[in-house]
């Protein structure tokens, strides 16, 4: 069955980096757009950044751009984001997702989703 397994969360101070990890399996990895979304508490999921099929295209939110990068391999089915100069509103669980097709930032067009991981960044 499809599984996405994030990893790589914590609790940091502000400044540091982080680098999540999302272990995709149970579909064609290299056919599907990858994303990262963020959820903190009381707030509605939201965007974070997404990559297309062949990793030629990204797209990042404002808030993040700079500052996040989004990655992938085929030859391990993953896809990453890097974190840096983490901030105390970057708090929140974050999710990878997949869609088929070509990348998008709307959360509702995403097909499959992990379990997140607790990212909590304190000032």
């Known amino acids: 069955q499809v599984q996405l397994v994030e990893s790589g969360g914590g609790l940091v101070q502000a400044g540091a980096s982080l680098r999540l990890s999302c272990a995709a399996s149970g579909f064609t990895f290299s056919t599907y757009a990858m994303g990262w979304f963020r959820q903190a508490p009381g707030k509605e999921r939201e965007f974070v950044a997404t990559?297309?099929?062949?990793?030629?295209?990204?797209y990042s939110a404002e808030s993040v751009k700079g500052r996040f990068t989004i990655s992938r391999d085929h030859a391990k089915n993953t896809v990453w984001l890097q974190m840096n100069s983490l901030k105390p509103e970057d708090t929140g669980v974050y999710y990878c997702?997949?869609?088929?097709?070509?990348?998008?930032?709307?959360?509702?067009?995403?097909?499959?989703w992990g379990q997140g991981t607790q990212v909590t960044v304190s000032s």
């Open positions: 990559i297309s099929r062949a990793g030629l295209t990204v």
């Open positions: 997702a997949a869609k088929p097709g070509t990348p998008t930032t709307d959360t509702v067009a995403y097909a499959y």
